[in-house]
């Protein structure tokens, strides 16, 4: 079986990189976890990963001339760490190519509605203000196009008609804790589905 060795790139609060954390420290996820790569420096995940025992590194985007000498940066650092599966766990940026040829296939995210509907930002109360009944999380295989590349898992949720933008946000996020957990370890990185 291949040595799944996660990096994860963060951006914010890091509450689907600790539940990942918490699979592999109870022995219930076989994976390890390698480094946090964080572009901004007041995200409480940076602390999170820390306070876990994993490497936290800070790569702020304004520190380089280039965006591809930002992907240039975050690959070295990956690869440093002998990462081959890379989680984005709320990275708020776009990657190229610079980024995505260095680890084809092996970069996934997870996003706060049922894709191909509401990619982007706030997605959840695009699902509101849309008036949707189910609303969800997707895992997919990132690529060039903004939460855009084949899905690998999803789960959904009922929207009450109570619903704030919060209440279901907190619905959904107990679900994509548990969906990326469950779609690493269906992750077959020796046979890739793309
Ligand atoms: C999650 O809702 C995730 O789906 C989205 O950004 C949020 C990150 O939350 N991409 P956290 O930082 O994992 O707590």
Do not use: W
Request: charge should be negative; proline fraction near 6%; aromatic fraction near 4%.
């Amino acid at each position: 079986m291949f040595e799944k060795n996660i990096g994860f790139l963060v951006s914010g609060r890091g509450s689907n990189m600790a539940a990942i954390l918490d699979e592999i420290a109870s022995g219930r996820l076989a994976a390890e976890g390698r480094v946090a790569v964080c572009d901004n420096p007041g995200a409480p995940a940076l602390a999170l990963a820390a306070d876990r025992g994993l490497s936290a590194v800070l790569v702020e985007r304004k520190n380089f001339p280039r965006r591809r000498d930002f992907e240039e940066t975050l690959v070295r650092v990956l690869k440093e760490h002998g990462v081959n599966l890379v989680i984005l766990a709320g990275f708020m940026r776009l990657l190229g190519p610079p980024f995505l040829a260095a680890f084809p296939g092996r970069v996934i995210n997870i996003h706060p509605s049922l894709l191909p509907a509401f990619p982007g930002l706030e997605a959840q109360r695009q699902a509101l203000d849309h008036g949707v009944k189910i609303a969800g999380c997707t895992v997919h295989y990132v690529n060039e196009v903004m939460d855009g590349g084949p899905i690998i898992a999803q789960a959904a949720a009922a929207v009450e008609p109570d619903d704030t933008v919060e209440s279901l946000s907190a619905r959904i996020l107990a679900l994509e804790h548990r969906l990326l957990v469950q779609a690493i370890a269906g992750l077959d990185l020796e046979h890739q589905a793309i």
